[in-house]
């Protein structure tokens, strides 16, 4: 109900929402960026009435703070160290500049980790890593991931005990896909396609390798552009083929109005990163109703639980029998019919809607309003 100040103000309660922000930050055709604005969107059409703000500069995220209004009691961002470095940015200095941006105003944040630090890590790099994901955690009122693997990731190397929710990547599956192909293959060539940005561990040389004593040559195919920390991969990729037999093609940046097809294509969909905690690229698969070849992993076993029917696993050393499997049956790459793909964008919206509500109910000011604290949650 609305009600009239001293001087005769109307005043108009905020509803919970605005207490809420969400955020986003890095360039749009990031697979974490991408996905935010996505969520942020699906909330917006649920009825979420908070603000969203972004910034496209990943180094600058700090700056997301001074560009709320003053109801916010809690951001919400979705992060990835890689994100950070790519911007050339050390990951650890753009953290602090948040957390010390969010004290100096009284906020709260929250975050959703994506790539967290795994076993396939070098142990420096990997040491590295879990303590950028430990500051993160620190300066969080909450902290979500999107598999139950990545809560495990969690705590066996960021943050042991820690609360953490779990919310998983949305799939938005399409109303209709064209149908798979009938009989076999033709026993031509085959292309054998990964989908996302381009960097080590990515899988692209694994692939390679398991490939080079394929028999008919193979092309592998990446769909995506290297990315900023990497752009002599590509050459690094051919040359590597080149000296197995095997020819590599990159097609750069993909416009998001043109990725359906490339995934629709007539090529072979393999997952092969072996440091994989959530995948967006292998729900993109999904989306395109394909059903890929996925390198077997704790998160892959998980989503196979999941969406029984939607990924097809090989173990490592065995992607080549695979292909030729998938060569001869071309339709098995295909989703089965009647396969119900999900979470959908709005549900994960909602979900994350409930769940920050919970959390800005609980976050409290410094005495004073704008705070001079970090904001907490009791």
């Not at 409930?354 to 004073?368: E, F, I, K, S, V």
Request: glycine share 12%; proline share 11%.
């Amino acid at each position: 109900m609305a009600v009239r100040s001293p001087g005769n103000r109307l005043l108009v309660p905020h509803s919970p929402d605005h207490r809420v922000a969400l955020g986003w930050f890095g360039p749009p055709e990031h697979g974490v960026t991408d996905m935010a604005r996505r969520i942020a969107a699906a909330a917006t059409d649920l009825g979420f009435a908070g603000p969203v703000v972004g910034e496209l500069d990943a180094a600058r995220v700090a700056e997301l703070v001074g560009r709320l209004p003053a109801p916010v009691r809690l951001l919400h961002l979705h992060v990835s160290d890689w994100l950070i470095a790519d911007a050339t940015a050390d990951p650890d200095r753009v953290i602090d500049g948040l957390a010390g941006a969010a004290a100096a105003r009284g906020l709260a944040l929250s975050v959703t980790l994506h790539d967290l630090p795994g076993p396939g890590d070098p142990p420096e790099l990997g040491a590295r890593r879990a303590a950028t994901y430990r500051r993160l955690v620190d300066a969080a009122a909450g902290v979500a991931v999107c598999s139950e693997h990545e809560r495990s990731l969690l705590h066996e190397r960021v943050a042991p005990g820690r609360a953490v929710t779990v919310i998983p990547l949305p799939i938005d599956p399409l109303a209709t896909h064209p149908a798979p192909p009938a009989g076999g293959g033709d026993g031509g060539e085959p292309t054998v396609a990964i989908f996302g940005f381009l960097y080590p561990g990515k899988g692209h040389r694994d692939v390679i390798e398991e490939l080079a004593e394929f028999g008919p040559p193979v092309t592998v195919l990446a769909i995506g552009r290297p990315s900023a920390r990497h752009p002599d991969l590509v050459d690094e990729l051919a040359e590597a083929a080149r000296a197995r037999g095997l020819s590599f093609r990159c097609t750069g940046y993909v416009p998001e109005e043109q990725v359906l097809d490339r995934l629709r294509a007539p090529v072979i969909p393999v997952a092969p990163q072996t440091n994989i905690s959530a995948s967006g690229s292998i729900n993109s698969w999904l989306t395109a109703g394909r059903r890929p070849l996925v390198r077997a992993g704790r998160y892959a076993a998980e989503l196979g639980r999941r969406l029984p029917g939607s990924v097809q696993l090989y173990p490592p050393g065995a992607l080549a029998d695979a292909v030729r499997r998938a060569q001869a049956e071309p339709a098995t790459t295909w989703l089965p019919a009647g396969l119900e793909l999900g979470p959908t964008t709005p549900t994960v919206a909602r979900r994350y809607l409930d769940w920050l509500t919970g959390l800005a109910g609980r976050a409290h000011r410094p005495a004073g309003g704008s705070g001079t604290g970090p904001g907490s949650v009791a």
